[in-house]
């Protein structure tokens, strides 16, 4: 090597370990200065497990007369999905739309496809009136497809064993195993005639099937035996269309260990839904619209209702899971805040029930080594404050609820893989990951009235930059309609680079930080 050509590379060489040692100090500083700061939030940089790119899930069900949902969202004039419906879904981005159900069980598929002028008209059982099927399997993929999402569907369960869906006006409205094994060969098998005489030569390749909906809950429905004996039946049926396929069994209300024990080797999930996150006090503000003259009390109500009805669920079943060293993950297919007057306060529309929203979700981020399949709310429709989106008839507009623009906000930024916070001010509520060197904070502010400031420090890294997108309403009764659609769009702002990294978030407030780094 000549001279000046080592000259060269040391001189690289030196700058290179200068820039480390440069970094290492920074990165110490930064850990130093949140420490002194008494408002430290550290993240321990190692990555625990991998989150699911089904995190983010939304629920679409015909629910008949009491919303329109599915129907209200075809635009019969066009013959298509409504244009704005498709872009504030694509907008939302869920990971996953599932169809189904209590309309499940007495759904037949078969009335869902071929020529739409030729399907039958169906009673709605459950939610009323009559549904047309002009939304089928071809065009529920569809919609899934121009959205980003993949498609599961609630497969008839033998009506979840309710014996009245046996004789109805309408004729025997089970379906077998054979029934939903049909539909896996419809949907998945390459060249299947009957798909190609129907317009769609390529398969629809539909991984996801959830076995039933809710077969535990109430009298009419299967026995646990019963259940898991069918489950076994419908899964050997249906995975030998297409071994492919992923499946969906039921393990709620104390069903999860004999599940596993007997038909474990068949199911990749095991189901629960997270109904029941009810107010726990019997004299609540949050029953009606008591709580628009007690807005903190309201607050205070919903912070005791998450550790109490959801997170002790949750740590029960992932126990179970654990006990049985469980290959199957967990998956909340439903769940969604349940507060009188049923499915419609209009809470469910203001900015108080936000940070409630971000912290179901940090809880099911955090607890992503089990939880593969989540969600918060139900998806689309006209009337019920549940839902995740809302489109309004007549007059084209879509838009979010709280619950939607957290999830939205959530999704948007977000790592492949969780991490632990190491440290934490009380009134944020954290969860975190990272994608390579970019480390993703999903924050909630607990405070009703009160700011809280964070100082940020990732062990071992230097924080070289970053941005903060924010929704802060002024009024925690900050309601969202079509006349302020947008009203929840987050705030995007700059952090400072290099030396200290802070940020102070607003009461009541829900953010999302992504933290650049480089190594300490």
């Not at 809470?347 to 607890?367: C, D, K, M, P, S």
Request: glycine share 8%; net charge neutral.
């Amino acid at each position: 090597m000549k001279r000046r050509d080592f000259i060269k590379q040391s001189g690289t060489l030196a700058a290179g370990l200068m820039l480390a040692k440069e970094l290492g100090a920074l990165a110490q500083s930064q850990q130093n200065d949140a420490a002194r700061s008494g408002s430290a939030l550290i993240l321990d940089p190692a990555p625990q497990f991998e989150i699911s790119r089904l995190l983010y899930m939304q629920f679409m069900e015909p629910l008949g007369v009491t919303d329109s949902s599915v129907e209200a969202a075809w635009d019969y004039a066009r013959d298509d999905w409504r244009r704005d419906f498709v872009e504030t879904t694509r907008s939302l981005a869920p990971d996953c739309l599932r169809y189904g159900g209590l309309f499940s069980r007495y759904y037949k598929w078969r009335e869902g496809v071929g020529p739409p002028a030729r399907r039958p008209w169906m009673r709605n059982y459950v939610w009323g009136g009559r549904e047309t099927n002009r939304v089928g399997t071809a065009e529920f993929v569809d919609f899934c497809r121009r959205t980003g999402a993949e498609p599961l569907y609630c497969v008839n369960f033998l009506s979840d064993g309710e014996k009245r869906y046996a004789s109805t006006p309408e004729g025997d409205r089970r379906g077998d195993a054979l029934e939903a094994a049909d539909w896996v060969d419809y949907a998945n098998t390459p060249g299947h005639k009957e798909r190609t005489a129907h317009g769609h030569p390529a398969p629809f390749n539909i991984k996801l099937w959830q076995l039933g909906n809710e077969t535990s809950y109430g009298t009419a429905c299967f026995k646990k035996d019963e259940a898991i004996e069918a489950t076994i039946t419908f899964a050997k049926a249906m995975r030998a269309r297409d071994p492919s396929i992923q499946l969906i069994g039921w393990g709620d209300n104390g069903w999860a260990a004999d599940l596993l024990d007997r038909a474990g080797e068949y199911l990749d999930y095991v189901a629960v839904h997270m109904m029941g996150q009810t107010p726990l006090r019997q004299d609540t503000v949050l029953r009606g619209l008591r709580y628009q003259a007690e807005p903190e009390q309201a607050w205070n109500e919903l912070l005791e209702i998450l550790p109490e009805r959801v997170e002790k669920k949750l740590l029960a079943v992932e126990a179970v899971l654990e006990a049985k060293r469980a290959q199957a993950a967990l998956a909340i297919t439903e769940g969604h805040l349940s507060l009188a007057p049923h499915n419609s306060n209009p809470i469910l529309a203001e900015w108080l029930t936000g940070v409630y929203h971000a912290r179901v979700f940090n809880l099911y981020q955090r607890h992503g080594a089990r939880v593969k399949i989540a969600t918060a709310a139900d998806f689309n429709g006209t009337r019920w404050t549940t839902n995740a989106v809302m489109h309004q008839v007549p007059g084209g507009v879509s838009y979010l609820l709280p619950v939607g623009a957290v999830a939205r906000l959530f999704k948007r930024c977000s790592g492949s893989h969780g991490i632990r916070v190491a440290s934490c001010p009380r009134d944020l509520d954290v969860a975190a990951s990272r994608a390579g060197d970019t480390f993703h904070l999903h924050v909630a502010n607990l405070s009703f009235d009160q700011a809280t400031s964070a100082t940020f420090a990732v062990a071992g890294r230097t924080i070289v930059g970053g941005r903060v997108w924010q929704i802060a309403p002024e009024s925690p009764r900050q309601e969202v309609s079509p006349l302020n659609p947008e009203v929840f769009l987050p705030q995007e702002h700059a952090l400072k680079a290099g030396g200290r990294c802070s940020w102070r978030f607003p009461a009541r407030s829900v953010a999302a930080v992504e933290l650049n780094c480089a190594p300490g």
